[in-house]
């Protein structure tokens, strides 16, 4: 006899990039920052730790709300967080879709919408980006059960971007709230967060993972109108995020000129492994991210991604069955770009 509720064991379930716990390789798979973080966040969870934890932290992460309402202009109020982006966007499919209801999101895309709803027992709607990764109205139709859109933007494997003025359209065409992943944003030459303002249906999640090297750390947050965020926090897990997390979070965003060094970095570096992959004959797009997703004509992603992993270098390769498949490479280091461009070449000859 089977306990699981059987739309749980019929799904697939998410598969996390490869996180190879055994030797040595340049790990260019699951964007991650090459770069250590802030010394401020080390000091700040150092001083938390010596604070004891024994007590529970703050259930709303006060101090990190704080601090980013100054950051980016906004009410703390707006804000709510969360044990990584994930949890955000598990938040507020909880809260909104209920079971055999529908939401929808764009293909190819972040695969974890496809298995937020299956695990709500929702229908997914999933509309394809056209050639040039624009959203047709078909994502705007109205559907009755429509409850969420997802919309991950800067978008992942592509690196791509809706702007900020056609994200506002599709969200007032919509008969629903869009959630606005903006998980690479901080890579990008514009976000959606001043939307949230204008429209209430409009919702944007962020995270310290990728732009503040704290993948490890796992924090991420909310903004949304206030109305929206008091019903979400009923939803969340009493303390979903610890204090060390929390301190460090909140330093790491206390340290902008580290973030503005860094970030300048990896834009420098995005812009050297992208005209490099376009001389080794690789069909690159040009990316709003901290990543570079590309496709050889003469060479299979899979094989490519072997050929690499067999040298010590990890991408990913990404296959949307029906839609198109590639490599989706993170920019690391220079040092780490270029033992992978050398790479390429050899086996490309």
């Known amino acids: 006899m089977s306990y699981i509720r059987e739309n749980i064991s019929q799904m697939t379930g998410y598969v996390p990039g490869e996180q190879p716990q055994g030797g040595k390789f340049i790990k260019l798979n699951t964007n991650e920052n090459p770069y250590s973080c802030s010394p401020k966040v080390k000091a700040a969870i150092g001083h938390a730790l010596q604070a004891g934890l024994q007590k529970y932290p703050d259930p709303m992460a006060t101090a990190f709300r704080v601090r980013a309402g100054e950051i980016l202009g906004i009410d703390p109020e707006w804000i709510l967080c969360g044990n990584g982006s994930d949890d955000i966007l598990t938040i507020v499919t909880r809260a909104l879709v209920n079971p055999g209801q529908h939401v929808r999101f764009a293909r190819p895309s972040y695969v974890l919408y496809q298995t937020l709803a299956e695990i709500q027992g929702a229908t997914c709607h999933v509309v394809d980006y056209q050639s040039d990764w624009s959203l047709g109205d078909e994502f705007c139709k109205h559907c009755g059960q429509l409850r969420l859109a997802y919309l991950a933007n800067p978008n992942s494997p592509s690196g ?121 004959g690789f069909e690159c797009v040009d990316s709003q991210a901290n990543f570079v997703w590309c496709q050889h004509p003469k060479h299979p992603s899979e094989q490519l ?20 498949e590639g490599l989706r490479i993170t920019v690391g280091t220079d040092q780490q770009v270029e033992a992978l461009l050398v790479l390429l070449e050899s086996i490309l000859k």
């Open 305 to 324: 991604y072997q050929q690499l992993k067999t040298g010590g270098v990890l991408v990913r390769t990404m296959n949307y069955e029906g839609s198109c």
């Open 160 to 280: 791509t971007m809706i702007p900020p003025e056609e994200v506002l359209r599709i969200a007032t065409a919509l008969p629903c709230p869009l959630l606005v992943d903006e998980a690479y944003a901080d890579f990008a030459d514009a976000n959606c967060l001043s939307l949230v303002a204008e429209n209430e249906k409009i919702m944007v999640s962020r995270t310290v993972s990728k732009s503040y090297s704290l993948a490890g750390l796992r924090f991420g947050f909310l903004v949304a109108q206030p109305q929206l965020i008091r019903e979400f926090a009923k939803v969340k897990d009493s303390y979903n995020c610890d204090a060390l997390s929390i301190a460090g979070a909140t330093a790491a965003l206390d340290d902008q000129t580290w973030f503005q060094e860094t970030r300048g970095k990896i834009l420098a570096t995005r812009e050297v492994l992208t005209a490099r992959l376009r001389q080794l």
